[in-house]
């Protein structure tokens, strides 16, 4: 068994944190010293750590009652944080006062309800300033299109919405797995690249994340194009996402370049996230 050396830390302790712990491997797990759950609601930290331990029998695990944010600040360099927290706001916050050794993950839907509203996650590793910029000004976007009293998994069920938990769980699992191969990655020292991996329904995208100033779609294709050079991008059956966020307008649109048989990059689609003008369009949902 190899030397455990890395201290890691999870705000939040509820869905998201089980999907983390059920997608790490254990071999991952033999080089964790110890691993320490954290969550506002009484017992739930306990309850996930005892999950863990009963996963990795060897692996040292506590639970806690408190602020995640607070803990994550407190945290050392040393220590690695991997946030799985049903609150955007708290997520940003992580991102803000996080430099590197720092994960996230964060799943939903935009506006329109369980069927209609576009499910997405996101998985990020910031390891740099890019980074952590890109995965702020994302977060934002996402926090600019929710209702602020629907930011976390229980608000999902006090309003009557169940099918979106449901539907989330299959996102909430590939976003999860993301997180777990980062945090292999990180043990095993390798390189890690994307650091930021955007989920739709149908695949996962390597993510690019820009600033949108009301540039023409003709402009922030070219804009897109850009952006999406610094990825490695295979020829059939794989596409990079470019975001352009506006937090002001409350949208986000996002380009999905994909590169042809004549080895040429194009964009070969556009989607939009924005608050609807009409009231009675549920908001969109961002949760564990």
């Known amino acids: 068994m190899s030397k455990a050396t890395l201290n890691l830390l999870t705000p939040g302790g509820n869905r998201g944190a089980r999907a983390l712990i059920h997608s790490t491997t254990a071999d991952t797990a033999t080089r964790i010293a110890a691993w320490g759950f954290i969550d506002q609601k ?14 990795f029998p060897w692996l040292r695990t506590k639970g806690a009652v408190g602020d995640g944010v607070n803990a994550a600040a407190s945290a050392g360099k040393h220590v690695v944080v991997a946030a799985a927290l049903d609150s955007l706001a708290a997520t940003i916050a992580i991102a803000d006062q996080r430099r590197d050794r720092t994960l996230l993950q964060i799943v939903g839907r935009g506006p329109g309800g369980p069927a209609a509203g576009n499910r997405l996650g996101l998985a990020a590793f910031i390891n740099d300033e890019q980074t952590r910029s890109e995965a702020t000004l994302y977060l934002r976007g996402l926090q600019s ?23 989330l769980a299959p996102m909430r699992d590939a976003v999860s797995g993301q997180t777990a191969r980062y945090l292999a990655d ?23 994340v820009l600033e949108d ?23 059939a059956g794989h596409s990079v996402a470019v975001a352009f966020v506006n937090v002001a307008d409350q949208a ?14 194009r964009v070969s689609g556009i989607t939009e996230l924005r608050v609807p003008a009409r009231l009675i369009v549920p908001p969109a949902v961002f949760t564990d």
């Not at 380009?255 to 004549?262: D, E, G, M, Q, Y």
């Open 42 to 55: 009484d017992g739930r930290a306990e309850e996930t750590a005892a999950y863990a331990q009963d996963r």
């Open 145 to 167: 299109l929710t209702a602020r009293d629907r930011t976390s998994s229980g608000a999902l069920t006090r309003n009557g919405d169940p099918l979106t938990a449901s539907l």
């Open 252 to 265: 986000i649109r996002t380009f999905f370049i994909v590169r042809s048989r004549a080895d040429m990059r």
């Open 186 to 208: 990180l043990v095993n020292r390798r390189t890690i690249e994307p650091s930021l991996m955007l989920f739709t329904p149908a695949a996962k995208h390597p993510l690019a």
């Open 213 to 235: 100033k009301d540039e023409t779609d003709q402009l922030r294709s070219a804009l897109a194009l850009e952006a999406a050079s610094r990825f490695a991008l295979p020829r």
